[in-house]
């Protein structure tokens, strides 16, 4: 087992992030779907009629229908679908071949417009047959393809446009006697600000007056929210609780914690933009192989001393049949099939080359605070240690006291209580017992709620049925001033989490936590759940050099989280799980969203890559098994063996059923 790793706070990089580049990109993205809804209508209404048209469908039909200047319409109607309908793909190969990062686009650009190409001069007095039909065929499919694709997978993220939610879009400016209301932009270092009652805070600083509790869990990780007092630092995007303070500005703007974790964000995701999926890779060896195919069958057959127009048909056959019609529907239909049942299963996926990738993870970070653990600062157990009083009185008359605070721990109480529907009484003579506890009157007797630090200044001996090894916090309860019980909290392990890591490791997978929270309670959590190590106390910028150093040890590394503390870690791991119950920063950096917030749905993402990337392969089999079959006979070097344009329509057809087909029995394999 790999020993802990308890490391340092460090301080991050500060950097500048152009004004939140990730605003709006959700919104370009269901334009995006929806303007390839509008192409791909378009471009099957302008279909009909070229198929008619076509000399070659008729034949393979066995009709005919013309008329004077036929062809002509034709060359129209092709020209408008194919600067129409194809003008992504044109739009997408230069965009490839400027990231030289040729795929998919680059394969169905170079077919439509070698076909558009040819085609054209035959209608101006080119010896040779059309290919319109093939032409508008490919178009209306692949557009059909990436339409089906981009709804069943919104991968525009939100992340960054989530993370300047986070930050209130005002603070309260106090102004010598006044306060004054001003925008967050506005703030200068050294400004003093006011934070009310469950505020958002707006900057980072220092409080100058006043104390309360903050609930950081969001921003750090750590469960418990943390009490700050004048002197203390404070972090913009921190939600304060009842009690109101000053603060005075450190850090605004680009300086700020969040605007680096928005940085950090952004980086990891456009490192990771660059992968490529499935489907481009195979689309970029069939492109190639269409180019090579096409320039070598031309060169041949000129060789050979064969007219300029029986070597240009046969290039144009061949490259024409090299990008298979089969492709465009063979992974998008497995996706969008994947992504439904995936969904039906409590998984969201988000990115499908991650997801495709799922199959080869070697290793998971998991985030505690809300992914292993409930997240919630809960009573884990609680004792009566007296015959004269029941555990369930005790706690009664506990939470009795307890309402009249807002500390987490009171509430955590007052929480179980009402669970365990306990009767509360009224409570007389309330008092708050500076850094040590409560007291107060509960049916004519004086009760206090103490931590342990009271105990050891009376001289109270603490009782060994409260020891333990556990990260728990744990309260004692004096009733006229004896020692009558004790509560205990904790951020509780979630009971789904021991059966997912049992089914993990299973699968031989190293597994790892890292978390905001203390050392004491990671090590705790870590060794209930016999995990492989922790990493405690870790900032975002930790939990992302965590991700790396596994990754440069070759490992293929999961990460699952639910805070905006995660969000860096998820956008750099080889696959980003977010908890569904956590912010929406960490579901929309992720790759893949629990929506039940069950760690068990992690090992259904293992099983269900395996199934999905099983079912794309077969996919793609089918889909090119026909092009490699039909590509040496469109050259026509094999004598007798030469593939009209009717034959591999056939075969076209039959390609694209079959895959279709195929792609609906991956519901079986995905029970």
């Known amino acids: 087992m790999e020993h802990h790793r308890h490391t340092s706070n460090q301080e991050h990089h500060a950097q500048d992030h152009s004004k939140h580049s990730g605003s709006g990109h959700h919104g370009h993205h269901a ?27 008729q034949e393979w039909l066995g009709f005919e229908f013309g008329f004077a200047g036929d062809q002509y319409v034709l060359f129209g109607l092709s020209s408008l679908i194919f600067f129409y309908g194809g003008w992504p793909f044109l739009k997408g190969l230069i965009d490839e071949v400027k990231e030289k990062t040729p795929g998919m686009m680059l394969l169905i650009a170079v077919a439509i417009t070698v076909a558009y190409g040819y085609s054209s001069a035959v209608v101006f007095g080119l010896e040779g047959k059309d290919f319109f039909w093939e032409l508008a065929t490919l178009i209306v499919i692949m557009l059909l393809g990436h339409w089906i694709e981009m709804k069943s997978v919104m991968g525009a993220s939100r992340a960054l446009e989530l993370l300047v939610q986070m930050m209130p879009a005002e603070a309260h400016l106090v102004h010598d006697d006044h306060v004054m209301d001003v925008k967050v932009s506005e703030l200068k270092k050294n400004d003093i600000i006011l934070i009310k009652a469950n505020e958002k805070l707006p900057a980072d600083g220092i409080i100058v007056e006043g104390e309360s509790y903050l609930d ?44 680096k974790v928005i940085k950090l964000v952004q980086d990891a995701q456009k490192a990771k933009s660059k992968t490529q999926n499935l489907a481009n890779t195979a689309a970029k060896w069939l492109a ?14 000129l060789a050979m001393g064969k007219p300029m127009d029986y070597a240009l048909e046969r290039m144009v056959t061949v490259m024409v049949i090299s990008c298979p019609h089969a492709l465009g529907l063979a992974i998008p239909l497995v996706v969008a099939i994947s992504t439904a049942v995936s969904a039906g299963k409590g998984l969201l996926i988000r990115n499908r080359t991650a997801f495709e990738n799922a199959r080869k ?139 997912a890591i049992k089914t993990l490791r299973a699968k031989g997978m190293k ?11 990671a090590k705790a959590v870590s060794e209930k759940l016999d995990l492989d190590g922790y990493y405690s106390e870790v900032l975002p910028d930790q939990k992302v050099d965590i991700i790396k150093k596994l990754q ?39 790759d893949i969203i629990l929506v039940n917030s069950n760690p068990k749905d992690i090992a259904n993402l293992v099983i269900f890559g395996r199934a999905t990337y099983k079912k794309m392969i077969q996919n793609l089999v089918w889909a090119t098994g026909y092009n490699a079959f039909a590509l040496p006979l469109a050259t026509g070097f094999i004598p007798g063996l030469v593939i009209s344009p009717a034959i591999g329509a056939v075969f076209m057809s039959l390609s694209t059923v079959i895959v279709a087909i195929n792609a609906q029995l991956l519901r079986r394999s995905m029970k």
Not at 288 to 301: H, M, Q
Not at 573 to 585: L, P
Request: aromatic content about 6%.
């Open 552 to 590: 440069k040890e070759g490992h293929f590394v999961a990460m699952t989280g639910d805070g905006v503390n995660d969000a860096p870690a998820l956008a750099q791991a080889n696959v980003g799980i977010a908890v569904g119950s956590g912010t929406d920063v960490a579901a929309e950096t992720a």
């Open 511 to 521: 597994l790892f936590m890292a978390t905001g929270d203390n050392e004491k309670t």
């Open 288 to 301: 190639y192989v269409a180019i090579s195919a096409g320039a070598i069958t031309l060169i041949v057959w």
């Open 216 to 259: 950081e869990s969001m921003l750090t990780g750590e469960s418990k929210p943390a009490k700050k007092a004048k002197g203390d630092q404070v972090i913009g995007g921190s939600v304060n609780g009842n009690q109101s303070f000053k603060v005075k500005v450190e850090k605004t703007g680009e300086e700020s914690y969040l605007n």
């Open 31 to 57: 334009h995006m779907i929806e303007d390839f809804k509008k192409r791909f209508w378009v471009s099957i209404v302008l279909t009909v009629p070229i198929l008619a048209l076509s000399k070659m469908i």
């Open 361 to 499: 993870i070697t290793a998971f970070v998991f985030d505690k605070t809300g992914t292993l653990t409930e997240g919630k600062f809960g009573v884990s157990r609680f004792e009566s240690l007296t015959k004269s009083l029941s555990k369930e009185e005790m706690m009664a008359a506990v939470a009795s006291l307890e309402q009249s605070s807002e500390h987490p721990i009171a509430q955590g109480i007052v929480k179980a209580a009402k669970e365990a529907k306990l009767k509360l009484k009224n409570v007389k003579s309330f008092e708050s017992l500076t850094s040590k506890g409560i007291q107060g009157r509960v049916d004519g007797k004086n009760w206090k709620v103490v931590s342990p630090g009271y105990l050891r200044e009376k001289n109270i001996d603490i009782p060994k049925e409260a020891g333990s090894d556990a990260a728990e916090t744990i309260v004692f309860v004096i009733r006229e001033d004896k020692l009558v019980g004790f509560i205990a909290l904790s951020d509780k392990i979630r009971e789904e989490s021991t059966e």
